[in-house]
T-cell receptor
């Protein structure tokens, strides 16, 4: 089966600009996650979707970050305006309803904010 | 709230030597525990997981881990390391006894010397 797809793989922007990341999970996976991984740290959950609904966005900085999953399939994460501290790798993961034991991760988008 | 500590930021071993990566967790109930590996520019790949039962779990690529409740540990081991094992390794604990929300440690970078 195809894996989790993410694009772009790399993005460089200046602070105060906006940026968007796209994720297409594995077909049939109802739950989708966005993680932020700062250099030298483990991934930190930003938001969790179940189909097209938000399950948990308690760690999403909502003043500048937003995410949507309109049709319950692919998802977009947006940052507006970006800050220097947003430089990180943004990982998308998905999990199936049946295989409740493994999150499958995409390759990530590396964001550099100058 | 759950937490994971990986006390070793960086470990260097020679090819063919044995390996043990440490992981300590904090969680009030029976934890779901995971080890993931991340190669440069790649997403996270699951090595193994513990949910219940036998406390010694086998994973892919010759890795194993042992769950020790009394020590709140889930250390990863491999008897003979290969150069291709050089990567970053993350231990994670599942919230609410599931894989649906993971808390990751800060990772251990493994370098393998020829």
């Amino acid at each position: 089966e195809a894996g989790v797809a993410q694009s772009p793989r790399y993005k460089i922007i200046e602070k105060r600009q906006s940026v968007a990341f796209w994720c297409n999970p594995i077909s049939g996976h109802a739950t989708l996650y966005w993680y932020q991984q700062i250099l030298g740290q483990g991934p930190k959950l930003l938001i969790q979707f179940q189909n097209n609904g938000v399950v948990d966005d308690s760690q999403l900085p909502k003043d500048r970050f937003s995410a949507e999953r309109l049709k319950g399939v692919d998802s977009t994460l947006k940052i507006q305006p970006a800050k220097l501290e947003d430089s990180a790798v943004y990982l998308c993961a998905s999990i199936s309803r049946d295989r409740d034991n493994e999150q499958f991760f995409g390759p990530g988008t590396r964001l550099t904010v100058l | 709230a759950q937490s994971v500590t990986q006390p070793d930021i960086h470990i260097t071993v020679s090819e063919g030597a044995s390996l043990e990566l440490r992981c300590n967790y904090s969680y009030g109930a029976t934890p779901y525990l995971f080890w993931y590996v991340q190669s440069p520019g790649q997403g996270l790949q699951l090595l193994l997981k513990y949910f219940s039962g036998d406390t010694l779990v086998q994973g892919i690529k010759g890795f194993e881990a042992e769950f020790k409740r009394s020590q709140s540990s889930f250390n990863l081991r491999k008897p003979s390391v290969h150069w291709s094992d050089a990567a970053e390794y993350f231990c994670a604990v599942g919230a609410s006894g599931s894989a649906r929300q993971l808390t990751f440690g800060s990772g251990t970078q493994l370098t393998v010397l020829p």
